[in-house]
């Protein structure tokens, strides 16, 4: 009877702390709108909405490989298995047609869709939560004036307990602040409306701060860098990789047209970020170089000197008389793939972007791992969309294993300070075997934002 | 440098610096001049060629990669007076204004049809976009390798000479 009594005192209490959780969990539904009595919108407000929402990448996440834009469907591959993108086009069954905006706002500044789900946070809303309602507003009304597109993506597929979305609630106590973010006084105004930026719509943190065990960023490593989609996501904090450390002006010139001279193409999934910082106000890119400038910190005189004698290197190069020998060298097999195969482009005798950036000058030989240099040298970089670019041609076709592993070798040791790799072979059989599946995207430039993604459903041969 | 790889099914030795592209290697040294130059720096695609199966531009590719490969070029193919079911496609499709980026059409085509010789319209056009023609003549071509599709199907000998 005794041990009967204790398990319905346990049983209650469990029911109890069960309650209570779904208590805390629980958020209302907010009423559907009838679509056809929406609004009217000010263009003026559409066209600032369609800034942010680029300043947001709204249109990287929420559109397919060859689909509508905002439409929905992209699998985003997490440790928790896949999350797909929802449509968030104005269509009233499948998008968010019948979400007031009341209800994009509250999902904006706390994660929770219009019926009152807690939503995953692969919809950064740890960073949305700091914008303001008057921009949430105007993104509101960009969104609501595109194209309805009636598309439903495909189920998430999630381990159990992660296809519970109630426990989020746990996640967000643990890890979620509400915003939005308070202005310091005492900064200057740009470096604020960087800040505000680049911790809200930009979610540079997404990808640049490094994650713990349950998909949070880790708040006391920011931007320490990451991999993200088997690309090497490199620290824009003080470990910055970039040979000659940038300042506000080059990160500027690199967030408005995806490449700068003394650091390369941007690639990968910041491919379509520069892409489309290059369709709003130098004003805003500038803020946001400010806000990361001022995280990287003022270089060290041993930095700026490293920068020095890299740039010295790459410009003595560029003027040296051409010698493409494989023999020109010492033998090895590294060294005769480079000196034949690479440096007719990457010597730096054409500039960026159309030549191919002096490897004294890259950041990926600098990286932690061989990864970005393996990711570009199989499957190249993929010619953009109607407007000229860069563009590297791909060499799976050609290259082995060894022969990439001693290229790889080859150039760590040439154009870099730092110790060899240790993982390159593991990383290269594994990118070559497809085991790492590695997403390219077209080099969309400044001229003109994708209204789609830039990622390639196909190899680029 | 002394490399032995195998061109149309033939083994073949060249003798030439390692650093030689394979485009000069086959024009140069071996007299197979369907390959064509377009740019030397690997944008435009005239060079394409195949290397075990794979399409590569051979004005990239430099000789010392390519020790004991398979090299298909579009000679590979056919002959005049058999040509194979991709050539037979262009043929019949008349797919070329001034021909110079034909050859390496053909053979970054021929690798796609290969590996999937059901490839639709869409994928198609997705695995030809490295290939630049200046002529225009991309609707035929496109209708071209559509047609060698189908000859291939056709075909219980798959894609010809390889």
Redesign the interface.
């Known amino acids: 009877m005794k041990a009967g009594g204790v398990l319905a005192g346990a049983v209650v209490v469990l029911l109890l702390a069960a309650a209570a959780f779904y208590a805390f969990a629980w958020r209302s539904e907010i009423d559907p709108v009838d679509p056809t009595a929406q609004a009217r919108f000010d263009p003026a407000l559409v066209k600032r909405g369609a800034d942010l929402a680029a300043i947001g990448n709204c249109n990287v996440c929420h559109t397919a490989p060859g689909g509508e834009p905002f439409a929905g469907g992209l699998g985003i591959p997490t440790p928790f298995g896949t999350i797909y993108s929802t449509n968030i086009t104005p269509d009233p069954e499948t998008g968010i047609g019948r979400w007031s905006e009341a209800a994009f706002v509250r999902a904006m500044r706390e994660g929770v869709n219009r019926e009152g789900q807690h939503l995953y946070p692969a919809f950064p809303y740890d960073h949305y939560t700091n914008v303001s309602d008057e921009d949430d507003k105007a993104i509101y009304a960009y969104l609501m004036t595109r194209k309805a597109v009636a598309a439903s993506p495909p189920p998430n597929e999630l381990d159990f307990p992660f296809n519970w979305r109630v426990l989020l609630a746990g996640w967000k106590a643990l890890y979620f602040r509400e915003g939005p973010l308070q202005p310091d006084p005492g900064r200057p105004e740009e470096w604020n409306r960087g800040r505000y930026l680049v911790e809200g719509l930009s979610h540079c943190g997404a990808c640049h701060t490094p994650r713990n065990r349950l998909g949070a960023e880790k708040k006391d490593e920011l931007f320490a860098g990451a991999e993200v989609e088997n690309w090497t996501v490199y620290p824009i904090n003080g470990n910055s990789p970039a040979p000659v450390p940038w300042d506000v002006e080059s990160l500027t010139f690199y967030l408005r047209h995806g490449w700068h001279e003394l650091h390369g193409a941007s690639r990968g999934s910041m491919s379509p970020v520069t892409a489309n910082l290059g369709s709003v106000p130098e004003a805003d890119a500038r803020a946001i170089a400010t806000y990361v400038a001022d995280v990287m910190g003022r270089p060290s005189q041993e930095r700026v000197a490293r920068g020095e004698a890299a740039l010295a290197a790459a410009r003595k190069e560029s003027e040296a008389p051409l010698a493409?020998?494989?023999?020109a060298g010492s033998g090895g097999m590294g060294e005769?793939?480079f000196?034949?195969?690479c440096q007719?482009?990457h010597d730096g005798r054409r500039p960026v972007p159309f030549g191919g950036l002096n490897l004294h000058l890259s950041s990926a030989v600098n990286a932690p791992n061989a990864q970005n240099i393996i990711n570009v040298v199989l499957f190249g970089l993929?010619?953009a969309k109607g407007e000229p670019s860069a563009?590297?041609?791909a060499y799976?076709?050609?290259?082995?294993e060894d022969?990439l592993v001693a290229l790889l070798d080859y150039m760590r040791e040439r154009f870099s300070d730092k110790p060899a790799w240790t993982d390159t072979r593991e990383r290269v059989a594994a990118t070559m075997s497809g085991t790492r599946e590695v997403p390219i995207y077209r080099m969309d430039g400044a001229t003109q934002a994708p209204p789609e993604t830039s990622m390639?459903?196909?190899p680029?041969? | 440098m002394a490399v032995t790889l195998t061109v149309n099914g033939k083994a073949r030795q060249v003798d030439a610096?390692?650093?030689t592209p394979l485009l000069y290697v086959l024009r140069d040294h071996l007299e197979l001049n369907g390959a064509k130059y377009g740019c030397g720096?690997?944008?435009c695609g005239a060079c394409t060629v195949m290397?075990?199966g794979?399409?590569?531009?051979s004005c990239?590719?430099?000789l010392?990669?390519?020790e004991g490969?398979q090299v298909t070029t579009v000679e590979g193919l056919g002959t005049l007076d058999k040509p194979g079911p991709m050539q037979q496609a262009f043929i019949e499709e008349q797919a070329a204004q001034c021909g110079y980026c034909i050859p390496g059409m053909m053979m970054?085509a021929q690798?796609?049809l290969q590996a999937d010789p059901g490839a639709s319209e869409a994928?198609i056009r997705?695995?030809l976009?490295?290939n630049l023609c200046r002529c225009g003549t991309h609707m035929r071509i496109v209708k071209a390798v559509l047609r060698a599709g189908e000859l291939m199907r056709q075909n219980s000998q798959g894609g010809g000479a390889t």
């Open positions: 493409i020998r494989a023999n005769a793939i000196l034949s195969a007719g482009c993929p010619a563009i590297m041609p799976h076709g050609v290259l082995k022969q390639r459903t196909t680029w041969p | 610096d390692p650093e720096i690997g944008q290397v075990d794979t399409a590569v531009m990239v590719t430099p010392l990669l390519l490969r970054r690798a796609l994928a997705a695995h976009e490295p």
